[in-house]
């Protein structure tokens, strides 16, 4: 093969959620000519699942190649958000440098922080690139003094504080060297000669015996399961007999299979193209052997030499995912049963390594744990957008001993909010026993606010947050540690109203519900005997008739018949009910609807629920 390693380069865009890492990958694939000329070309070209376009976030990370002068280049788009941290970890494997972004305006937060000591523990060189310097409010020279305070507080040696500089409008594929702003006339031609020029070619050895990491998998409908990842040393051949080194286990310390490469692929562009070899340093996809999972190694066949395993953070947060038992089940989905549910959660983590699943003492339960509630729901969403019913419990937080005492996970935040609002941020902070940290002037009168608190008492805060800021928050937070067990935190203010019965909900009976609390369903909703129609202004559980029609008789009168005028309902999505439900409640989840309802669906299953804890 004509490629040789000299003429590689590996490169992973990382950054914090939206700061352009994606729309700048599309601009490189734009400059480096991947597209023909009469090529239909989408914006963020690379976030191609539904959610990712949806929520204008990147989920999973993903590979593409350029060609440069001679020279190929892998780019790896990663996720920004701390929830899919586990990806981040994954594409770090696979390259040796990165490019930082970093917004001029918002300039370094949580994540940056985050994917850089990554980085940085890894000895990865970086090119810091400023983006967004057409910004009113940029601010790239104080911008990259904080960076520089972040590389000193994260550096494990003093190379790491000397990196390249890069101002770019990432949108306009414009960016030039040092601090400024970008020749309009200009490109991104000084961006991409400085990754050929400072990131180092892959150091790996062609001649030794194959070595390679699997970092991701995924699957196809006439291939099967596809490997994905690097190779360290050697040459990868299609149709080569190789060894598969598995995870260790107590019974058998180092498990290897021997199976035959049967499809063996290489990035181009945003495509996979079939190739016979894959060289060390490049980046591969296989197919022909189904046992492969993230982390295995793929060895040469008469010397089979494992890498050291891929670890990624532990989770932090675990909820349990059941069969879905209402009186409505089985009316949307396709997917139903306990078989099913775990076969599909079996396929998430062989992907996703940074979930985990565990069983519990019911067989139509499963215990799945994760970063954060918003990868728990990302992966909700998934399964009812591909037929599955199920019902999910409030998240709850992971625990550990140390030294003896109960520790749960602290998270750190900033909240970039008007000035007028800094006081709600406070207030709502304080009985979620959170701690402001540091309070910095932001930009056109707003104010970022730093702070720590439990993992746990940020459940649900993004919501709260929107509401009592009127929607004008920004809210960023990631995993700082472990903090002593911080006691009882409040929840919501009001009980569940609970129907006591089946049948279509009248707007006779919600107006006179309406008295009493907030609703989240409306006139014509199907109900069943313990589902939960609203909250109740009082703490305490209230059990109503919402399908309570008017009584037919013969009186008449203007107050009896005027037309009834029902408040908007709360409607709840699929994030919000998580969050808002408590430890007795679970969502019900199906293909067309997100309902909330009691474990226990009639009242005498609570009663006896409630007797048997309180003991």
């Not at 498990?255 to 894959?278: T, Y």
């Not at 009976?509 to 009082?538: F, H, K, W």
């Amino acid at each position: 093969m004509s490629q040789t390693p000299e003429k590689l380069r590996n490169i992973a865009l990382v950054a914090h959620v939206d700061h352009g890492k994606t729309t700048l990958l599309d601009a490189l694939l734009r400059s480096a000519g991947t597209f023909a000329a009469h090529t239909a070309i989408i914006d963020r070209v690379m976030d191609n699942d539904d959610q990712e376009r949806e929520r204008g976030i990147t989920i999973l990370a993903k590979a593409a190649q350029i060609e440069w002068k001679g020279t190929k280049i892998n780019l790896v788009d990663t996720p920004g958000h701390a929830d899919f941290g586990g990806e981040v970890e994954r594409a770090l494997a696979m390259v040796d440098g990165i490019l930082l972004l970093v917004d001029a305006a918002e300039g370094p937060l949580p994540q940056t922080r985050y994917v850089l000591s990554k980085a940085l523990a890894l000895d990865l060189p970086v090119i810091l690139v400023i983006n967004k310097v057409d910004r009113q409010d940029a601010r790239p020279e104080e911008v990259l003094h904080e960076v520089e305070q972040l590389f000193l507080d994260l550096a494990h040696a003093d190379h790491h504080l000397s990196f390249p500089v890069f101002s770019a409008v990432a949108r306009e594929s414009l960016a030039m060297a040092g601090i400024g702003m970008p020749a309009s006339d200009g490109d991104l031609s000084p961006l991409i000669d400085a990754i050929v020029d400072h990131i180092p070619a892959p150091q790996n050895d062609m001649s030794a015996p194959l070595q390679a990491m699997v970092t991701n998998l995924d699957a196809s409908d006439y291939l099967g399961r596809l490997a994905i990842g690097r190779v360290i040393s050697g040459v990868m051949r299609k149709g080569d007999q190789v060894s598969l080194c598995q995870k260790p286990t107590e019974d058998n310390p180092a498990p290897v299979l021997k199976r035959k490469l049967s499809g063996l692929m290489a990035f181009q562009g945003i495509d996979r193209v079939e190739v016979a070899e894959v060289i060390a340093g490049d980046l591969f996809i296989m197919s022909g052997i189904d046992e492969v999972e993230v982390g295995d190694t793929i060895a040469a066949l008469d010397n089979p030499v494992p890498l050291l395993r891929l670890e990624v953070d532990e989770p932090v947060l675990r909820m349990s995912f059941g069969v879905n038992t209402s009186p409505f089940a089985g009316k949307d989905g396709k997917y139903l049963t306990s078989r099913h549910l775990r076969d599909r959660l079996q396929k998430e983590i062989l992907g996703n390594v940074s979930i985990k699943i565990a069983n519990t003492e019911s067989t139509d339960i499963m215990e799945v744990a994760g970063r954060g509630e918003l990868q728990l729901a990302v992966l909700i969403e998934n399964m009812r957008r591909e037929g599955y019913e199920l019902q999910v419990s409030r998240p709850e937080v992971i625990t550990k001993e140390v030294n003896g005492k109960k520790h749960e996970p602290l998270e750190s935040g900033t909240c970039d909010v008007p000035d007028e609002y800094v006081g709600a941020v406070t207030q709502a902070l304080a009985p979620r026993k959170g701690r402001i940290t540091d309070l910095r002037p932001g930009d056109a009168n707003r104010t970022i606010v730093y702070f720590e608190a439990p993992s746990r008492g940020l459940i649900g805060f993004r919501s709260l947050l929107l509401t009592v800021t009127r929607g004008t928050a920004l809210l960023h937070q990631s995993l700082a540690g472990w903090m002593p067990w911080a006691g009882e935190l409040p929840h919501r203010l009001g009980g569940a109203m609970v129907s006591d019965r089946m049948g279509p909900a009248t707007a006779y009976a919600l107006d006179n519900l309406e008295q009493r609390g907030t609703l989240c369903i409306s006139p014509g909703d199907e109900l069943y005997e313990g589902m939960v129609v609203g909250e109740n202004a009082r703490e305490e559980e209230m059990v109503v008739n919402a399908v309570r029609a008017k009584e037919k008789n013969n009186i008449r009168t203007h107050s009896h018949d005027e037309g009834i005028k029902l408040a908007t309902p709360v409607t709840h999505t699929l994030e919000t009910a998580i969050e808002w439900i408590a430890d007795d409640e679970l969502v019900e989840v199906t293909p067309l609807n997100v309902r909330i309802r009691k474990k226990y669906l009639t009242i005498e299953d609570r009663r006896k629920y409630t007797k048997r804890n309180s003991n």
